[in-house]
């Protein structure tokens, strides 16, 4: 309270000084949290005894700030705040405190264990952190040939619909696929000086298809381009592709980081200095701080506190739900694989997984030796004919604890046939470039004990 009452009467020199105090114990926190293992960080994040005193009232939980706006003693603190002198957050569709906290968690754990510095930037939705963080990179520059971005065909049947439709269709922007993204000399090809982006998944959702992160990175910054990964479903538990060379991560926070289903949300990290041959310096310098401050201001795809404080909750177990969900995926796979009803199982964990070596040096567990391998798979189960789903269906219709569901990386196992559900819109052709056939059915396991998990599939199996 007496801090308060000076600071009624602060001018813009001191505001100035305040805020610059404020970020020098902000990068003091970052520096302690950097020194901690991953749950800790997951756990506390920035979020500490001097924090909740001064800011929360002394509670041990992150607030839900569900308020719109800043207030501000005086005119010169307004008018720093408002010029992003001095640590603000202003109104809640610039920033917020709630998700201030989930942000800077977020990009301590995309870089955990390794001195990368990052920012984040948390968004209403995955699919709003992929337009976030790729749009910038469209901008008109006439200096360059007309533009393209070069993007594996083997994504989210959202990205999918986002890039083909909403970026190609209706801007005219040219989407360059790649079949193959495990083939090196496909994305090789693809570039060329048009080029803004290139953009994978990793793995992918639902074929489970994997590439090699510092290869592709290579090539992007060779050609002076940012390489834009979406690992959501590895999570930064399993996999950090800011490490392996990567510019920008985007997660759906929707999945596996708030796996209790409350809420929807994604998040846009990305390294201080990344690769780009379009945006200003500033731009480039400090990526998700510049998406937070201008784009995502103007656009508006704000995040709800109450989302953040959602996801925060459940992040903090993220890596023990990893492992156990991994622990429970492979023996799932391994069941799937030798069952006679099955005609093929996908999982980067297991032998006969095509990129398996490359998954094994792109996923482990963090803190461990280990692999772990996600929560995902897919299998396709045997039909009449090559592109029946007759098997495939009734198999589903039968299932009775697993939930049918468009849906993943929740505590719950959920299970989807992806050609009539999140791959309905792309059609055949757009099936056919993914590789999702009408048989395929994607599972994502949850934290039940593995053994329920597999008498149900057995019993649904019995009625095919
Ligand atoms: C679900 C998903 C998205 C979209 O996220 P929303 O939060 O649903 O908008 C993007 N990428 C992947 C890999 C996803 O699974």
Same mark, same amino acid.
């Given at each position: ?28 926190? $970052? ?14 994040? &920035? #979020? ?23 207030? #501000? ?26 998700? !201030?906290?989930? *942000? ?7 870089? !955990? =264990? ?8 948390? $968004? ?5 952190? $992929? ?6 990179? &469209? ?10 971005? +070069? ?5 989210? =049947? ?27 000399? *496909? ?12 953009? =994978? ?48 991560? +985007? ?12 809420? $929807? ?81 996908? !999982?980067?964990? &297991? ?10 040096? #792109? ?25 029946? @789903? ?5 198999? !589903? ?35 056919? &470039?993914?590789?999702?056939? @009408? ?18 599939? *057995?019993?649904?199996?019995?009625? +095919?």
């Amino acid at each position: 309270m007496k801090e308060g009452c000076k600071l009624w009467s602060y001018t813009r020199e001191e505001w100035l000084e305040y805020g610059k105090k404020l970020m020098d114990e902000r990068s003091e926190k $970052i520096r302690i949290a950097k020194t901690k293992k991953f749950d800790t960080v997951a756990t506390h994040g &920035l #979020y500490d005894v001097d924090t909740s005193h001064t800011f929360n009232s002394a509670s041990i939980i992150e607030p839900i700030y569900l308020s719109t706006a800043q207030s #501000y003693y005086n005119s010169a603190e307004m008018e720093a705040a408002l010029a992003y002198k001095i640590p603000t957050w202003c109104y809640t569709r610039i920033a917020n405190p709630s998700n !201030y906290f989930l *942000e800077e968690t977020i990009a301590l754990l995309e870089t !955990y =264990g390794t001195d990368i510095e990052a920012s984040c930037c948390a $968004i209403s939705s995955g699919m709003a952190a $992929i337009r976030t963080a790729t749009e910038p990179f &469209l901008s008109k520059d006439d200096s360059l040939p007309p533009m393209n971005f +070069v993007a594996s065909a083997k994504v989210y =049947g959202g990205t999918f619909q986002q890039f083909a439709l909403r970026r190609g269709v209706e801007q005219g922007i040219e989407v360059r696929w790649i079949r193959d993204p495990f083939d090196l000399e *496909e994305w090789k090809s693809k570039v060329d000086e048009g080029t803004r982006f290139l953009y =994978g998944e990793f793995p992918s959702n639902p074929q489970v298809s994997i590439f090699d992160i510092a290869e592709v990175a290579k090539i992007a910054h060779k050609n002076n381009v940012p390489l834009i990964v979406d690992a959501t479903c590895a999570s930064p538990a399993l996999t950090r592709p800011l490490e392996h060379g990567a510019d920008i991560v +985007v997660q759906s926070a929707t999945k596996v980081i708030c796996s209790s289903g409350f809420g $929807i949300a994604g998040t846009l990290t990305a390294k201080k200095g990344i690769t780009s041959k379009v945006g200003s310096d500033e731009m480039k310098a400090d990526f998700a701080t510049w998406v937070k401050l201008w784009p995502y201001r103007d656009n508006g795809p704000a995040l709800s506190p109450m989302n953040a404080i959602m996801a925060l909750s459940d992040l903090r177990y993220l890596r023990m739900r990893m492992a156990h969900m991994s622990k429970s995926a492979l023996k799932v796979a391994e069941y799937l694989e030798k069952h006679p009803k099955v005609e093929a199982a996908h !999982y980067p964990g &297991l032998k006969s997984y095509p990129g398996h070596k490359v998954a094994s040096k #792109y996923m482990k567990l963090a803190d461990t030796d280990q692999n772990a391998y996600g929560f995902m798979l897919a299998f396709e189960i045997r039909e009449k004919t090559p592109d029946g @789903s007759e098997n495939a269906r009734k198999f !589903y219709d039968a299932l009775e604890m697993i939930w049918r569901a468009t849906d993943l990386g929740r505590v719950k196992t959920v299970a989807t046939l992806n050609a009539i559900s999140t791959h309905q819109q792309q059609g055949e052709e757009g099936r056919a &470039l993914a590789s999702i056939k @009408s048989s395929t059915c994607r599972l994502a396991l949850g934290i039940e004990d593995v053994d329920d998990v597999i008498a149900d599939l *057995e019993q649904a199996f019995g009625k +095919v």
